[in-house]
């Protein structure tokens, strides 16, 4: 199911000019869903997903502790891939709940 909603992530992404790099980059600390390049801006994405409301907002999952592991993920990405961590990047976030799509760009 997640698959599923990181397709149609990476579909509304190519659909703003993005390109998809890499998809679901793993290391010993997590993972990063989405890496895109947005012009000359390396961007890194978090999709996620509830079922419904009930649960809260899919955005509000991606708390301080989230978001300083996707960073700390995307440092070593940026090592992985020879690039300075001086490169121009991002971090956007995308929530999906029930038929409900948000796309917050530059999220933290």
Do not use: P, W
Request: with cysteine.
């Amino acid at each position: 199911l997640g698959a599923r909603y990181e397709d149609e992530a990476c579909e509304y992404l190519a659909s703003l000019g993005m390109h998809i790099i890499a998809r679901n980059f793993r290391t010993r600390n997590g993972e990063i869903d989405i890496i895109a390049i947005d012009g000359k801006t390396l961007v890194f994405v978090e999709v996620k997903f509830r079922r419904s409301a009930n649960a809260g907002d899919a955005l509000s999952a991606i708390d301080q502790r989230k978001q300083c592991q996707i960073r700390r993920i995307a440092r070593q990405y940026l090592h992985y891939a020879g690039l300075s961590e001086e490169s121009s990047i991002r971090f956007d976030c995308i929530g999906i709940t029930d038929a409900d799509f948000r796309y917050v760009r530059g999220a933290f």
